[in-house]
């Protein structure tokens, strides 16, 4: 649906050490957004969109859409 409206989309899955490889992995491809889901499992303030999404929300040099 992406390429029929002109918009360059891909996508990946990548598993492994979630906080260091999201980082690595967007940045050696150059992304322009990483788009990460929040779980919240813990009790803290910071649980109400996760700490893997916490940390690349407040990690990343490329922009961030959390959704929840």
């Keep these: 649906m992406a390429a029929k ?3 360059d989309l891909r996508g990946e899955i ?3 050490s979630t ?3 999201i980082l690595n992995f967007a940045n050696r491809w150059d992304y322009d ?3 990460i889901g929040s779980s919240g ?3 803290t303030k910071e649980s109400f969109i996760g700490s893997v ?3 690349i929300l407040h990690t ?3 922009p961030v859409l ?3």
């Design 5 to 7: 409206k002109g918009v």
């Design 14 to 16: 990548i598993r492994g």
């Design 19 to 21: 906080k260091k490889d």
């Design 33 to 35: 957004l990483i788009v």
């Design 41 to 43: 499992a813990g009790s």
């Design 53 to 55: 999404a916490n940390h």
């Design 60 to 62: 990343s040099k490329i």
């Design 66 to 68: 959390v959704v929840k």
